[in-house]
T-cell receptor
């Protein structure tokens, strides 16, 4: 069965600092991987997705993630944090060829200090 | 983009009540999903549907059922609400560009 593990339920960074949110996956077949973001009192929206094309994926708002098969990882990074990045971030995996039945991680809440 | 509308933002019900959570999409997409979101547990899939009158169990279907009579509407039903079903419920639709579009959620409290 597919699963994802997000290391760190809470991460705090200073404004302008590097953001690194960790995600490791487990899948019996080549996975599709996603990062979603949830801003306060809003639904989830897609940040970026990996679907077996380029291993470095660029998303919205300056975020990117790198698929590393040898490490079964799909960590999310942003070079310089902004106050507006404060939100909860979810990693998700799918084994379906269409990629739509997602299994989500437990989430990481990002706080950005001024 | 797909607009996903959940009928209630907040809902308070009593133990044993039958509860209906409604989700409507504004496009003609087949695949719809119901998740519940709990602190520290992330999102867990309850039920999903790939077509009208079709439903499949997700990872935590116990205590829930669903209805899909029309393509645009997918309802989640709590047959007899219990306090452990207090949660945020999120409806999602698989749209174009291979991504899930989420509604803004229904925060259900069962007293």
């Amino acid at each position: 069965a597919q699963s994802v593990t997000q290391l760190g339920s809470h991460v705090s960074v200073s404004e302008g600092a590097l953001v690194l949110l960790r995600c490791n996956y487990s899948s019996s077949v080549p996975p599709y991987l996603f990062w979603y973001v949830q801003y306060p009192n809003q639904g989830l929206q897609l940040l970026l997705k990996y679907t077996s094309a380029a291993t470095l994926v660029k998303g919205i708002n300056g975020f990117e993630a790198e698929f590393k098969k040898s490490e079964t990882s799909f960590h999310l990074t942003k070079p310089s944090a902004h106050m507006s990045d404060a939100a909860e971030y979810f990693c998700a995996v799918s084994e379906r060829s269409s990629g739509d039945k997602l299994t989500f991680g437990t989430g990481t809440r990002l706080a950005v200090r001024p | 983009d797909v607009k996903v509308t959940q009928s209630s933002r907040y809902l308070v019900k009593r133990t044993g009540e039958k509860v209906f959570l409604e989700c409507v999409q504004d496009m003609d997409h087949e695949n719809m999903f119901w998740y519940r979101q709990d602190p520290g547990l992330g999102l867990r899939l309850i039920y999903f549907s790939y077509d009208v009158k079709m439903k499949e169990k997700g990872d935590i279907p116990e205590g829930y059922s669903v209805s899909r009579e029309k393509k645009e509407r997918f309802s989640l039903i709590l047959e007899s609400a219990s306090t452990n079903q207090t949660s945020m419920y999120l409806c999602a639709v698989w749209g174009v560009n291979e991504k899930l579009f989420f509604g803004s959620g229904t925060q259900l409290s069962v007293l």
